[in-house]
């Protein structure tokens, strides 16, 4: 009964290979997230979808794609992964902008 | 801009009080929250303030106060299991979260 669970936990890969990470939350929020966290832990938010429409989209390179299916879903495809890409990614829902938000447990990208 | 300042590091004994401050920017604010992560782990909401003031919730209080863009979170009868990083976190105009880079809590025995 996990509320926001995102696969996988580890994910270890070469530059230049693509990827996706999958994120489901089940309860029942509108808005779903994607932070990254780099290894001096700053959380940076990357997107933001509510009812699987995107309204935040921050400044990442484009070969980051979410894709929202449903509102319970909110998955990130990697293009090209480079060696900056290596870092802890984390999915969070909410009910609403600007309400607490439930997180994942993060997935840890490490990039050879 | 939209960046909070928090401490990097504070460190405490079992038992104390210590106090994490966090101030911020004011353009477009609307709330200031509290997360703690213990390392490995994920965030975990703590607390929220949307009006100026105290919140408490058991050992845990956050304050704000909006005319002086700052806020704390005041952790009592420390315990080692509290030993984490602590965020603030403002929302913004148009929702978006901002995250502060986390204050590391060290309890010592």
């Not at chain 1, 009812?51 to 929202?68: A, C, G, H, M, Q």
Request: charged share 15%; proline share 4%; hydrophobic share 30%.
């Amino acid at each position: 009964d996990t509320a926001v669970s995102q696969t996988p936990k580890y994910l270890v890969t070469q530059m230049g290979n693509d990827k996706s990470i999958k994120c489901e939350q089940n309860l029942g929020h509108d808005t779903m997230y994607w932070y990254k966290q780099d290894s001096k832990k700053f959380l940076k938010i990357m997107f933001s979808y509510n009812n699987k429409e995107l309204i935040i989209n921050e400044t990442v390179p484009n070969r980051f794609s979410p894709k929202s299916p449903d509102k319970a879903h909110l998955n990130l495809h990697i293009n090209s992964l480079e060696l900056g890409d290596s870092a802890v990614y984390f999915c969070a829902s909410s009910q609403g902008g600007g309400q607490p938000q439930h997180f994942g447990d993060g997935t840890r990208l490490s990039i050879l | 801009g939209q960046s909070l300042e928090q401490p990097s590091e504070v460190t405490a004994v079992e038992g104390a009080i210590v106090q994490i401050n966090c101030t911020y920017q004011t353009s477009g604010f609307y709330g200031l929250s509290w997360y703690q992560q213990h390392d490995g782990g994920a965030p975990t909401f703590l607390s929220y303030n949307g009006l100026d003031g105290l919140e408490e919730t058991g050992r845990f209080s956050s304050f704000l106060s909006r005319s002086d863009s700052y806020g704390y979170l005041l952790l009592q009868e420390l315990q080692m299991k509290d030993s984490a990083s602590y965020f603030c976190a403002r929302t913004g105009g148009s929702y978006i979260p901002t995250f502060g880079r986390g204050t590391s809590l060290i309890v010592h025995p």
